[in-house]
């Protein structure tokens, strides 16, 4: 006991140090926004996953789909518009203070790619070999493929998040010519790929509102960083306006009322994105921005501010393995604990229990943590090398490439030992690729 103390007050006392060099002029509310967004993007993922083991027969439901009546919770756990948001800020923070250090475009984005993407690389090395492992084992493909994808999909905003970025200095541009213009412009894209999605054969239109929604909401960070959005009342008109315009495109239109994807349903509302997403995006932006000036008066609290530095030394790394715990947990259990997993999902008693499982998930997780940053540290990232932007850009979009398909469909596929070997080498391949070819940084 006294051995883990002095373990948890090491870190508190790392924290504590980096905390009080934070600079003055810091909002330190977008830190507490992204690790409150990811926490809610695990706690809903480790709630909806529904396994059983009944009449002798394992299966691994999706509670959306087994209880609709659930499909609320979604609006409350589905946080990606935040991700964006508090991204462009960050991002549009980020880009300016490398213009002012006269930092090469490609030095910029290949820092960001390794702290994006990097760090998925131990994920997707494990999953190779548990994959192989499964083959061997006689698993079928398909208990691969629902395992490894829903370990994997959380690699998808990564993806689309650093295709964003790699447009900033585009988009930064545009914000400082166009104003709010730049975000009404893509939102406008939006409307139109929705209206060609639902009224023409044309439905792969709709793909393109990945970029255009996501950014649009991205843009929306950089006119909160440049201190567009202020004051309480202007803040929750637009939540209560953009609030009902959700409840209108739900109830009223042909969107369902799930926020996220569930099986079995004849299309979703994040696949490809749609205005639900643009409604719930401005309503939870406006909550935020009201909320702003008592949540950032409560971070200049040394201890609080302490504690949100803290859990954001690795909070990635939970967003990246949390799903991967959930599976192998819930494969263990399969194996050798059926009768934990007997009861009927979605029932009283399934309810009751969900506070327990959560329980187990997060304390495996923090176990389990120490593994997963030293696997981030020599594995994944590295140092920033002096690639041209071409090769930056190309790898990078390799590496997205991808972890976008295993998002998607996970590891298996029809290459030796039963996976799919190109979405699993396209992002190792990138690491390797970048390291290889660019010089070591002497910044």
Not at 56 to 76: E, K, N, R, V
């Amino acid at each position: 006991m006294q051995k883990n103390s002095n373990k948890k007050k090491g870190m508190w006392a790392r924290a504590a140090e980096v905390a009080a060099q934070t600079p003055a002029d810091r909002n330190r509310y977008v830190d507490l926004l992204r690790a409150l967004s990811i926490s809610a993007v695990v706690m809903g993922h480790w709630l909806i996953a529904a396994p059983a083991f009944m009449g002798g027969i394992a299966s691994m439901d999706h509670l959306l789909q087994i209880q609709p009546s659930a499909q609320w919770l979604t609006w409350l756990f589905q946080v990606m518009p935040v991700f964006f948001f508090v991204g462009g800020y960050s991002n549009g923070v980020s880009w300016d203070g490398a213009q002012a250090k006269g930092l090469r475009y490609s030095f910029w984005l290949e820092s960001r790619l390794r702290r994006l993407l990097g760090p998925a690389i131990p994920l997707v090395l494990l999953w190779a070999v548990l994959g192989i492992a499964g083959y061997y084992l006689g698993l079928s493909e398909k208990m691969i493929q629902v395992g490894s994808q829903i370990s994997l999909v959380p690699t998808w905003f990564l993806a689309i998040y650093f295709v964003i970025v790699m447009f900033v200095p585009v988009t930064r541009a545009l914000w400082r010519k166009l104003g709010l213009l730049s975000v009404i412009l893509p939102f406008a894209m939006a409307v139109i790929g929705d209206i060609i999605y639902f009224n023409t054969e044309y439905k792969w239109y709709g793909w393109f509102n990945y970029f255009f929604i996501w950014g649009a909401v991205h843009q929306l960070g950089y006119a909160w960083q440049q201190g567009r959005f202020r004051g309480l009342g202007p803040s929750l008109c637009l939540a209560i306006l953009a609030g009902s315009f959700l409840v209108l495109l739900t109830l009223f239109g042909p969107y369902p009322i799930s926020l996220i994807g569930v099986p079995g349903a004849d299309f979703s509302n994040t696949t490809p994105p749609k205005l639900p997403l643009i409604a719930l995006g401005l309503t939870q932006i406006g909550l935020l921005l009201a909320l702003e000036g008592p949540a950032r008066r409560w971070l200049s609290n040394a201890k609080v501010w302490t504690a949100t530095v803290l859990i954001n030394g690795f909070i990635m790394p939970i967003f990246l393995w949390h799903s991967t715990v959930m599976i192998l947990t819930i494969g263990f259990c399969f194996w050798l604990l059926p009768v934990v997993l007997s009861v009927q999902p979605g029932s009283g008693l399934w309810w009751a229990y969900r506070p327990v499982w959560i329980l187990v998930y997060f304390t495996i997780m923090m176990i389990s943590l120490p593994l997963f940053m030293w696997l981030e540290r020599k594995i994944g990232g590295g140092s920033s090398k002096h690639n041209t932007s071409l090769a930056v850009i190309i790898f990078g979009l390799g590496m997205c490439g991808g972890l976008a398909i295993m998002a998607g469909v996970g590891v298996a596929g029809k290459g030796a030992y039963g996976l799919n070997w190109l979405a699993i080498l396209l992002p190792i391949a990138g690491v390797i690729g970048l390291s290889l070819i660019g010089k070591k940084s002497a910044s």
